[in-house]
């Protein structure tokens, strides 16, 4: 039973920067990749990007590419989503998804999101 605990989020400026962390308990972590996810008010939560956890891969959702950074650190057990270039779209719980034997970057196919943490772009 892997807990995936999600912080770092808080209000920032437009145009400005904020890292996301997801840390997972257990003495062992070792899924086959790390996906984040996004849902903004009102909206349907939509796929951010992903890491493969061997190799440390990435993928990401064109809304954000260019802008935004995953990365992982094995020791820690800890997924990271740098955000650089905010904006105001981009105001949303984030969440942070573990794929045990796959790549997951469909919504539907997640069975239990975490608390998620909140990230607010003011204008």
């Known amino acids: 039973q892997v807990q995936l605990v999600e912080s770092g989020g808080g209000l920032v400026q437009a145009g400005g920067s904020l890292r996301l962390s997801c840390a997972a308990s257990?003495?062992?972590?070792?899924?086959?990749?790390m996906s984040w996810f996004r849902q903004a008010p009102g909206k349907e939560r939509e796929f951010v990007g992903l890491?493969?956890?061997?190799?440390?891969?990435?993928y990401y959702a064109g809304s954000v590419k260019g802008r935004f950074t995953i990365s992982r650190d094995l020791a820690k057990n800890t997924v990271y989503l740098q955000m650089d270039s905010v904006k105001p779209e981009d105001t949303a719980v984030y969440y942070c998804?573990?794929?045990?034997?796959?790549?997951?970057?469909?919504?539907?196919?997640?069975?239990?999101w975490g608390q998620g943490t909140r990230v607010t772009v003011s204008s």
């Open positions: 890491i493969k956890w061997s190799g440390g891969s990435t």
């Open positions: 998804v573990a794929g045990n034997s796959g790549i997951i970057t469909a919504p539907a196919s997640v069975n239990s």
């Open positions: 257990g003495r062992t972590f070792s899924p086959y990749a």
